[in-house]
């Protein structure tokens, strides 16, 4: 199928991206090169284009990063604008890092007043849970199967993946893993409605059993990201600060992945109903220029003395201005509400799917992204990666540039265009979704 927004000359990787793909390998660990054979040249808003001169839409966002479509002309400026006058001031102040500090603490409810720059989820993730040990005193940490922090030591024995962690040595201590209520796949084998209620029985029951007693804090996403799209009921979310309040923990949630718009809310928190203590940011907070944040109550960030948690990078005077540009373009052009208007239509269309393709389990959204869980059978639910990794394969191929099956077993489509992406564009890449899932079903992969 051709569309308006999409154009393949080669089949990928072309000549050019199988000379860098090689390359790469060369020297590369291959725990880092890329799972897919797209090699980007350039991207513009919701456009991919590739080194031998494909055209792809977008389903990526660069995974979660381009909120504001690639190579936004507003945040391209602010770069070019910072670079040509200095890069570094290591932690001395600098009007950018002030300007952006008070823009994001006021995108925040009052309470949350503080805010820490840094460079990396990871390091985001890392920071906010040595700001909770230190004001509570306390170290445990509850966090939840099928959720993804990061890779560093800490964050990945956090994270509830085995895959991202398995043969890593000893994992970090202190940490206790509840399941996350994944209805589809319940934990405890209850239907939809109920699954919710044995978690949060769960995690009543580990303060008293796996548990010393000396709980810090609870780390949340506000969707299961890696772990497969998997939104929790507002029910839930709510159990969770209530069961953190009744025992004097604080509550972390990680919106590495949902912040900025991406849920159809500026965070995600904000679908539930509660204040989180500390929110982690990343990804879409700047369009790529490595920048993280932890946004926390006084009381909390305050506690540390000076000089005990910063970093190099944190707040340098490009990653400021490209967040504050990137802020400043998803509160002007309305990108959240955008987000919930556009992720209804894509749900819209998830659902045709799930009718017209017994391999489809269920498909799952917030806002514009969602996730496509493969199966083998609907009666049996078994997960089904091959046909996933097939999938998305071919939709490479036909100009739809996603990423590889993510979930806990391999097999979710994970779907996720940028914000500012045309209606009519997003049609023609679900158009080319359901192309590609009809060709694996009958046979394999057909070149364009
Ligand atoms: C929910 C979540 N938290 C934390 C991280 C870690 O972020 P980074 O890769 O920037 O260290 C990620 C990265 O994908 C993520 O999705």
């Not at 044995?198 to 299961?224: C, D, F, K, P, R």
């Not at 509660?274 to 009381?299: N, Q």
């Not at 208007?341 to 391999?359: C, D, N, S």
């Amino acid at each position: 199928m051709k569309t308006a927004f999409s154009k393949m000359v080669v089949a990928p990787p072309g000549p050019k991206a199988q000379e860098i793909i090689q390359k790469e390998k060369n020297y590369i660990p291959r725990s880092a090169c890329s799972s897919t054979p797209l090699v980007w040249k350039e991207a513009y808003g919701a456009t991919i284009i590739d080194v031998d001169g494909n055209e792809y839409i977008d389903f990526t966002s660069g995974i979660l990063v381009s909120n504001v479509g690639h190579s936004h002309p507003k945040v391209v400026a602010a770069i070019q604008e910072q670079a040509g006058k200095f890069l570094n001031s290591y932690d001395s102040s600098h009007h950018l890092r002030a300007e952006l500090a008070e823009k994001i603490v006021n995108l925040f409810p009052e309470e949350l007043n503080r805010v820490l720059l840094l460079t990396t989820g990871s390091e985001a993730i890392e920071a906010a849970i040595k700001f909770a040990r230190a004001k509570t005193g306390k170290s445990e940490i509850i966090s939840f199967h099928g959720s993804f922090h990061g890779r560093t030591h800490l964050t990945m024995s956090l994270g509830g993946i085995k895959k991202v962690k398995s043969g890593c040595g000893p994992q970090a201590s202190n940490i206790l893993h509840v399941p996350f209520p994944y209805p589809y796949r319940c934990t405890f084998s209850q239907p939809h409605d109920q699954c919710d209620e044995h978690t949060l029985q769960y995690m009543e029951q580990i303060l008293h059993t796996a548990s010393t007693g000396n709980i810090a804090a609870v780390i949340m996403e506000s969707y299961l990201g890696s772990g497969g799209c998997v939104v929790p009921s507002v029910k839930f979310v709510q159990g969770v600060r209530e069961f953190c309040d009744r025992h004097d923990i604080l509550l972390i949630m990680d919106e590495v992945q949902a912040g900025f718009g991406r849920t159809g809310k500026m965070f995600g928190f904000e679908h539930y109903g509660i204040l989180p203590d500390l929110v982690c940011l990343a990804k879409g907070i700047s369009s790529g220029v490595p920048t993280s944040a932890v946004v926390g109550r006084d009381s909390i960030m305050d506690h540390l003395p000076p000089g005990t948690m910063t970093s190099t990078y944190g707040g340098n005077p490009l990653s400021c201005a490209a967040a504050m540009a990137t802020i400043d373009v998803i509160v002007e052009e309305r990108l959240p509400e955008r987000a919930a208007r556009l992720g209804e239509r894509m749900a819209q269309r998830f659902q045709t799917l799930v009718e017209k393709y017994r391999i489809i389990g269920e498909a799952r959204s917030i806002g514009l992204v969602s996730g496509i869980e493969v199966v083998k059978s609907r009666e049996g639910r078994e997960p089904d990666p091959e046909t996933a990794r097939a999938i998305a394969m071919q939709a490479i191929h036909l100009g739809l540039a996603v990423i590889a099956p993510t979930g806990l077993h391999g097999n979710v489509l994970r779907l996720m265009p940028p914000l500012v992406i045309e209606e009519e564009a997003l049609e023609a890449g679900l158009d080319l979704l359901d192309e590609a899932i009809s060709i694996v079903l009958n046979g394999g992969l057909h070149d364009h």
